[in-house]
């Protein structure tokens, strides 16, 4: 008797987790998610595309948009590359989700061979800035004398995170026409690193995100010296910062750093426009606007899942030929 | 004189440090004037220091005892290649399952009943503590594909 | 004095007696989760921080202090009853530990560890607690140059670890540092020995790969003790679990200096916990122990427990006064911290402080209450010993396959596991040492991203190393060592 309660418990604990197949449906039903769904971030928990993650699994909680439940999956090996290409290659009925912003973007279509194409994408949620700080050991008046030095043969260091920085750092080298040996850039492995070496006075400058500095500006260790738009910031408390063209003889260079949501390239596009959708909601939401926007001052850039793929699409491209990849 | 894991190791290790020398120096870059150290400056010189140490272990080795194997060892390095290959096709806990009931039926001689009390409590524990409670998502190999 | 007002006026929002009872219940469930190897403090710290989201703010903070402490607690168990460390600092830990508890103390053991570990954590709570933001501003004078010059003393000391012959240590120490070259070049993003594929990009993943090397090859070594009597000699009570007079004193000082010293390591950015206990072990070595160092010695075990822990304290100055957090569990930390209105940064002593003081009369609470804990549980966590070889052969395989899965999320690091416990296997059958292997992967990647920012700073010239003060005093140690090693060699030599 014994040995048949095993045998059951066995058959139990071997057969549980692996569920139940799913029910009959109507193939003219709109999609509704059936059971766990699973969010895939490419970078640590506690980051910002972390957080924008279980920003947006919040707000859908609070709103009740949907009943099922968000397992979501730091999945950070091989730099994100291997589960950016696990979610490409999901075999998926509108249960998987991932995060992807630029600077997922660039990184992948640099060191894989994996494009947006293997995606749906769902949405784009919102638009980030970048600024330059300089701290209180930075040596330089105005960034302009920083330019003047670096082209009189004294090395500039600017610190930075991946993807997004980087990507604006070679925009700064080609305006200004100032050689990598002049104008140096000091790779790190996360934005708050860089702000570390900024502090220490390891390095001259940083590049950073406004919700990452805001802080250090507050209590005067960082100054913000440019924002990197055409415009200042119209409202919050970086509306002072001057823009490129103000401070130096150089034209504007402006960053565009989305955040986006991307599924599985064989969702089924009934399931695609279900979230495209619930992300709509989530983005016209107040609490949205108050416990993400606002907070880490971004602006609100909603883009449904046809848009979305036009505009992501065309980000890869221009980056293909940027970095000479172009097919 | 036989050849025995004790040189093939060292052995091995001079042909991955041969490799990663040629790598730093050939593909990666060594040395870029302007910036000091290029991707390959460090791996190599530590490659090179790998490979004296490799070659003098090599040689040191002719001198010490033969390297003793017991052959029981191997049965569970198989085992261990059985339950990856077993979780990609059904999945990782099954296979576990799986391996325990054969582990204790045939290596340890044990009767059925306890084998499957053993094996039946250590899956279920697993699955409580990691698959439930600590929601780690198990992966189910092939079988994913018929549900 | 105003610090410690503060520091006081917490406390009393700290203890009452749901507090206290969330705090256990933090501990208990932070041992035994930091004691899963593969888990670990990192992810201990991320699995359980759920749990916090059910109380009220204060209870919370509380809660996730508990929940840290005993994840550093716990990683040392399965490091001291089966010799597989769960996460990094626990590598040092296995050095010591277990053969301890093969000596037929292993409730001794575990005190021992969780003592210091106390000590240690203490200690970096009342430095924090005097010098707070100060410490922190100490930190950032460390840069590339002068963290790349730390690093290369610390890589030598490695020699200290090397085991007997010399020249196996340091191709051991070499292997290491290769693989940890592996993947992406961390200074210019490029991606180096990974053969095109999209796994080794990343690079090898630590956890699984400590797992295998130092757990999974036991495992297969294990099958020649399978049939031998393993009814052990062991007095399993709870009166040998407990320390005696002469314990506590052979543990005590090395717990006080590695508890400074690991202090001042956690405060530096990126150096972590691991190095804070490699520190602590390195500086032992230097003085006179009772036994042996790695032959279970209770100094060995006590200077990188308590390294460890003083590093995690020391690492809550930057995290608490400009918001950096100095490693992986920090960062989760600051997570779980933020969302509880927690807004860390350089204003955050002046701004906010019922609650910064309120959180570290947590942390002094929460260090306490898990050692308490700890006595509590160490004498039937023991009992895991008595089960015989036969049994623990498939159990710790299961354990290892399931802990490095968990790691990684993925079957790559199971197959990572796999492969590194084959060669690990393998090393230990020609006698090579494994400990190096691993310590080197941790300093290595610290010490190669440092070395190239400071010849971006300098230019390409390694001058920078000898003009910068900080950096000036690491070289002059350095010589010195390898000066007095090498008289010392050579004295040895003529005497014989």
């Known amino acids: ?327 | 004189m036989k050849i025995t894991v004790k040189q093939i190791f060292p052995g091995i290790l001079i042909i991955i440090s041969l490799f990663f020398i040629y790598e730093g120096i050939v593909n990666i870059g060594f040395w870029d004037g302007d910036n000091g150290p290029k991707g390959g400056f460090y791996p190599t010189i530590i490659a090179v220091v790998l490979l004296i140490g490799s070659i003098v272990s090599l040689m040191q080795s002719l001198k010490e005892d033969k390297a003793e194997f017991f052959r029981d060892d191997f049965k569970v390095i198989f085992a261990g290649a059985a339950i990856i290959a077993g979780a990609m096709l059904i999945g990782l806990l099954p296979s576990i399952a799986i391996y325990l009931i054969i582990w204790m039926k045939v290596i340890e001689k044990m009767s059925w009943k306890s084998t499957l009390i053993f094996a039946g409590a250590t899956t279920i524990i697993v699955y409580l503590v990691f698959g439930v409670w600590l929601a780690i998502q198990f992966p189910m190999g092939l079988l994913e594909n018929f549900l | 004095m105003e610090n410690i007002q503060w520091l006081l006026q917490g406390f009393q929002v700290a203890l009452t007696f749901e507090n206290i009872g969330a705090a256990t219940l933090g501990a208990i469930l932070g041992i035994l989760v930091g004691a899963m190897p593969g888990i670990g403090s990192l992810a201990g710290v991320a699995l359980l921080l759920p749990l916090t989201y059910k109380f009220d703010p204060t209870t919370a903070i509380i809660m996730l202090g508990a929940l840290y402490y005993a994840n550093m607690f716990g990683g040392a168990y399965s490091a001291i009853l089966i010799n597989i460390p769960g996460d990094g600092p626990a590598v040092m830990t296995t050095l010591d530990g277990y053969p301890m508890a093969q000596k037929g103390r292993p409730g001794a053991a575990l005190l021992v560890a969780n003592t210091a570990s106390f000590i240690g954590g203490l200690i970096g709570m009342i430095i924090l607690t005097f010098t707070g933001p100060a410490l922190a501003r100490l930190g950032l004078n460390f840069g590339p140059v002068e963290m790349a010059s730390l690093m290369i003393l610390a890589m030598t000391s490695i020699g200290w670890l090397m085991g007997d012959s010399v020249m196996k240590g340091l191709v051991s120490t070499a292997l290491g540092i290769i693989i940890a070259c592996i993947g992406m070049d961390s200074v210019t993003g490029i991606p180096r020995y990974s053969f095109g594929n999209i796994y080794l990009l990343g690079g090898i993943p630590f956890t699984p790969l400590v797992i295998g090397m130092v757990g999974f090859s036991k495992v297969i070594g294990m099958m020649k003790d399978r049939n031998a009597v393993t009814e052990l000699d062991m007095k399993l009570s709870f009166k040998e679990s407990l320390l005696s007079p002469s314990d506590f004193g052979r543990l005590l000082p090395p717990a006080i200096r590695s508890g400074i010293l690991g202090t001042f390591i956690g405060v530096l950015p990126g150096a972590g916990a691991t190095t804070g206990a490699f520190a602590g072990y390195a500086v032992q070595k230097k003085f006179k122990s009772k036994e042996p160092l790695g032959t279970g010695a209770i100094e060995g075990l006590a200077s990188c427990e308590a390294g460890n822990n003083a590093a995690a304290a020391g690492a809550f100055a930057p995290l608490l006064a400009l918001g950096i957090p100095g490693s992986g569990t920090g960062a989760v930390l600051l997570g779980g911290l933020m969302m509880w209105g927690l807004t860390p940064g350089p204003l955050l002593f002046t701004e906010q402080p019922e609650f910064t003081w309120g959180l570290i009369a947590s942390l002094f609470l929460a260090n306490g209450l898990t050692l308490l804990v700890a006595i509590c549980i160490i004498p039937f966590l023991v009992k895991i010993l008595v089960i015989p070889t036969r049994l623990m052969i498939p159990i710790i395989t299961t354990v290892c396959i399931v802990g490095s899965y968990s790691a990684t999320n993925s079957l790559y690091g199971v197959i990572i596991m796999f492969v590194a416990g084959c060669i690990g296997y393998i090393m230990n059958v020609c006698n090579y040492p494994s400990a190096p292997l691993i310590l080197a992967i941790v300093l290595s990647k610290i010490f190669e991203t440092n070395l190239r920012r400071a010849f971006i700073i300098s230019g390409g010239s390694p001058l920078i190393f000898f003009t910068e003060p900080i950096s000036l005093f690491f070289m002059v140690v350095l010589i010195l060592l390898i000066v007095l090693t090498a008289r010392k060699k050579v004295l040895d030599k003529s005497k014989i």
């Open chain 1, 1 to 327: 008797m014994k040995k048949f309660k095993t045998l059951i418990l066995l058959t139990i604990g071997a057969t549980l987790f692996v569920g139940c197949g799913g029910a009959e449906e109507d193939p003219n039903a709109p999609f509704l998610p059936s059971g766990d769904i699973e969010w895939v971030v490419t970078s640590s928990p506690g980051g910002g595309s972390d957080i924008y993650t279980r920003v947006i699994t919040d707000v859908i909680k609070q709103k009740g948009l949907v009943e099922e439940t968000f397992l979501i999956n730091n999945q950070t090996d091989g730099g994100g590359e291997v589960g950016r290409l696990r979610v490409s290659q999901e075999k998926d009925d509108g249960h998987m989700l991932l995060t992807f912003n630029s600077g997922d973007l660039t990184p992948m279509v640099q060191n894989t061979s994996n494009r947006i194409e293997n995606f749906k994408p769902i949405a784009v949620m919102a638009v980030d800035s970048q600024i330059l700080l300089e701290g209180v050991h930075t040596e330089y008046e105005t960034f302009q004398d920083a330019l003047d030095a670096a082209a009189n043969g004294t090395s500039i260091i600017i610190g930075g995170s991946k993807g997004d920085d980087i990507a604006l750092y070679e925009e700064l080298l080609e305006v200004s026409g100032l050689e990598k040996s002049q104008l140096t850039y000091m790779m790190f492995d996360a934005t708050s690193e860089a702000l570390t070496s900024l502090l220490g006075g390891h390095v001259d400058y940083c590049i950073s995100k406004p919700a990452a500095s805001m802080q250090y500006i507050e209590s005067g260790d960082a100054e913000a010296t440019v924002a990197f738009k055409t415009k200042r910031f119209s409202s919050g408390s970086l509306t002072d910062v001057p823009i490129l063209s103000e401070i130096t003889d150089l034209e504007d260079i402006e960053s565009s750093v989305w955040r986006g949501i991307v599924a599985p390239g064989k969702m089924p596009d009934k399931a695609v426009a279900y979230w495209s959708d619930i992300m709509r909601q989530v983005s016209e939401s107040e609490e949205w606007k108050t416990q993400y926007l606002d907070k880490n001052v971004l602006e609100s850039f909603y883009l449904p899942a046809d848009e979305a793929k036009v505009y992501m699409t065309e980000y890869q491209n221009d980056y293909l030929e940027q970095i000479g990849k172009a097919e």
